[in-house]
């Protein structure tokens, strides 16, 4: 691992992992960086990745292929197209850890060569080939719970038992990972919430996250404006923060280490007041 991925898998304090979109459809942020060409525009791209660090991200989460409910799966070609000249821009410019969402074995591959420090896949590396890639890679890996594909994950949702279905699902991926060779210690839980997940099924599950930070393996968390917060607050995407804030404060209390997020400011004014509290 380099000196970025020690640095970024020290969890004495919660980290704040910005999303960093390079989609023409993601729910909160596509076609941000797009001007009407295949590939994002990297200026864009870089001036926005210089905002988020003066805001306080601790890790740049890049996206290639939009996870939002009922999103369309993108070819490998074309995600490593919107990608790999991302990620290989902010690692020749940026001293910052860059994660790449992708559940693509090619893309791994392609990523962890252009300088990448963490491979998060939402589908927990079950795409033939992925695992073997994240293990080549030398990685620190995180591996999310998702009932079904994007297209149809919220389409009548159905669990025995939420907490322990996820708890389940999540320790079997974690060793499928060890009997390729990839240690717990680079391993990263996330819960996954919003995916194939009602709002009962999200509110069960969000205080059950202690139970999940007890298996022993730093926990992520991704609520920022999510349809879960709308539907708490009967809001739109656009005003989501406030909610997505306070829900990321209360996974942190619950031993979260990393939020993934929108609204990179207003976390990290609001995590330095809850440090300040407890200590």
């Known amino acids: 691992m380099t000196d970025l991925t020690h640095s970024f898998m020290d969890f004495s304090l919660p980290k704040i992992m910005a999303v960093l979109n390079v989609t023409p459809d993601s729910f909160s942020d596509g076609g941000t960086f797009y001007t009407g060409n295949r ?4 200026s864009r791209v870089l001036n926005r990745v210089e905002a988020m660090l003066s805001e306080g991200a601790h890790l740049i989460d890049v996206g290639g292929e939009s996870t939002r409910p009922g999103a369309e799966p993108v070819t490998s070609e074309e995600e490593l197209a919107r990608v790999l000249p991302v990620v290989e821009a902010i690692a020749s410019r ?10 693509t074995p090619s893309v791994i591959g392609e990523v962890a060569r252009a300088g990448a420090s963490m491979i998060n896949d939402v589908r927990a590396l079950r795409r033939p080939g992925a695992l073997a890639a994240a293990a080549a890679s030398g990685l620190p890996v995180c591996l999310m719970h998702m009932l079904g594909e994007p297209r149809q994950m919220q389409l009548n949702p159905g669990y025995v038992d939420i907490t322990a279905d996820v708890k389940a699902f999540l320790l079997e991926r974690v060793a499928a990972c060890e009997a ?9 839980l996330d819960p996954g919430f919003g995916f194939g997940k009602t709002l009962q099924h999200n509110m069960v599950l ?3 996250l ?12 991704g609520v920022s404006r999510k349809s879960l917060v709308g539907a708490i607050l009967d809001k739109p995407v656009e005003e989501r923060m406030v909610g997505s804030v306070a829900l990321g404060m209360m996974a942190v209390q619950r031993g979260v280490k990393i939020l993934r997020v929108h ?12 440090q300040a509290v407890e200590g």
């Open 39 to 42: 590939q994002p525009d990297l």
């Open 94 to 103: 940026f001293d910052v850890p860059v994660s790449v969402d992708t559940s």
């Open 180 to 188: 390729v060779g990839i240690p717990r210690s680079r391993i990263i």
């Open 206 to 208: 969000f205080r059950s």
């Open 210 to 221: 202690p139970e999940l930070v007890g298996l022993g393996f730093p926990v992520l968390a």
């Open 263 to 274: 609204d990179i400011s207003a976390t990290a004014d609001a995590l330095k007041i809850l």
